[in-house]
């Protein structure tokens, strides 16, 4: 493990771990940004755009993330931007699909009660749909999540900075320790956000919605 | 068309042997995990599909096991069992097991309790229960997670290349990243995985279809 370390630090593995956490966030943001309100607005708007989106998403799926990073790479440059971008566009489709999920499939009596007690539309979705919605949406974006720090991780290995960056290294000098250095982070910082958008999600779960195993009065 | 500036077919004509290799190799690679990721997942959700606390800790596990990025689980089969086929089909077996597991617990749970007690009453012992009742309805929940495996493991697959394994991942990276990111070998690469992602799905539904024939007549009588 020493070796590991060493190489960890001979690499400026604090430098490439801050790049990733960097990109990862600015993508992750951008991707909840656009899935969230393209989700709520397939959820709300015409059927033929709603299918067209989902089905778009659907198939971005079936492309290989590795290639799709690395085409926008090859054709833009190796720069921080680039790589945000990449990420931020396979990072959408996991938010959008549920939140179009979530909202869509709200109870209509809900939508119906919170109506009669007039609420106007925008009311009844930021107050009544949205936060029954929550839970699927943040599990959307721990999905997401997960995967932009593992495809950023890939970004690297392309050249555009941050772990993968490391990996590449040691691979290309086959040092089994320069390969370590970079593939620990990578996994510690995949488990972190699994961790902490895994909590993320039982907080957003609005509290008349949440099972709770404790008696009701407490 | 863009498509016609980003590929030149030149480069695609006189790689064709090169190309057919890759695809040869990367169907090797996602049949062999899947192979393994089948065998190793049913069984095992077959033994906790009853069980509260088994399944929790083997949805864990496999949970935790799909959660680690995909370079990273390359990256340490490689430090552990060195450059090869048989790592990389490792790796891509342990991303299938938890969506295999948990959707085949999923459907074994879902048979509901009256078929299962008209097979017990046509006296069908424990074993013929499971394969001539549960594990025949289960299977459409069983396909959807071979469906959902299957497809992302044809993309996991291209990153075998940097454990030698070979696949779609030598256009992607040898000819297309390590030749100053030329275009084309990465385009033809992403190509071929998807039309292979989309060919092993649209057979998978036929496969499904064709084993599971009363979900037809049911259809056609409703």
Redesign the interface.
Known sequence: MGAVWDAFQANDGWGQTWTHVKLSVTALVMATAVGLVLGVLCAKVGRVAAFLVVTVSNLG????????I??I???TS?GFWPAVFGLFLLGIPPILLNSYTGVREVDPGIVEASRGMGFRPLQVLGRVELPIAMPLVFAGIRTSA?QI??TA??AG???AGGL?VI?SS??SNNQ?DV??A???P??IL??LA?LVFGGAERLATPRGLRITRRPVIE | MAVAELVKWSWVENNLDDIQQASIEHLQLVGAAMGIAIAVSIPIAILVRRRRIPFIAVNTVSGALYTIPSLAMFAFLLSWFGIGFEPAVIALAVYCLQLIIRNTVVGLRGVSGPVQEAARGMGLTRRQRLFKVELPLALPAIFAGIRLAVVSTVGIATIAVYIGAGGLGVLIVNDGIQRGLFVTPIVVGAVIATVMALVFDFLLVLLERALTPWQRARAGTA
């Open positions: 799926r079936t492309v290989p993330t590795f290639a799709i690395a085409l790479l090859a054709l190796l997960v720090v593992a991780a890939l290995l392309v050249g993968g990996v040691g691979l089994d390969i370590l970079g593939a620990i990578i996994t995949a488990a699994e």
